[in-house]
């Protein structure tokens, strides 16, 4: 059988019409990880995050370089952590919750982005949800001014 130059053009096109959708189908939102290439705690909340569905990155950084860059991108110094990522124009500072990152792109609100400070045990990649430490993810305003966004218990 021989296809002609037409029918060709015709699957080349709904290949490439479909080429997006495969990627979306395979991830959900496309978050970019700066981190230490040794920090295990951030590999594993990087881990939870592509468990949670998000099509993760990473980019080593390391020392000044990383903190540098968090304060360039309006992350306050009492807000950091261990690893930064960027989503949708946003910044995700240290162990923040896959669901918040979620709220966060649903609700869209005027702001930095997200923040844990330190790192919480119990948060995700900071050892086991039911022995967790309480903590609060932080929304970080333009302004630079932070308020709660979500508070987890102690377990």
Request: net charge negative; proline share 6%; charged share 20%.
């Amino acid at each position: 059988m021989t296809m002609t130059r037409r029918a060709m053009m015709a699957v080349t096109a709904g290949f490439a019409a479909s080429a997006p959708l495969a990627g979306a189908a395979q991830g959900g939102p496309a978050i970019h990880v700066l981190k230490d290439p040794n920090c295990g705690c951030c590999t594993s909340w990087i881990e939870i995050l592509r468990e949670d569905g998000f099509s993760v990155t990473t980019e080593r950084s390391l020392g000044t370089l990383l903190m540098q860059h968090k304060l360039e991108n309006g992350i306050p110094q009492n807000m950091t952590s261990c690893h930064t990522g960027e989503i949708e124009g946003y910044m995700i500072e240290g162990h923040v919750p896959a669901a918040d990152i979620r709220r966060l792109l649903s609700e869209r609100p005027d702001a930095v982005g997200l923040a844990v400070p330190g790192m919480p045990y119990g948060s995700p990649g900071m050892g086991p949800e039911a022995e967790r430490e309480a903590y609060y993810v932080f929304l970080i305003r333009k302004d630079g001014r932070t308020e709660v966004f979500t508070s987890y218990a102690a377990a």
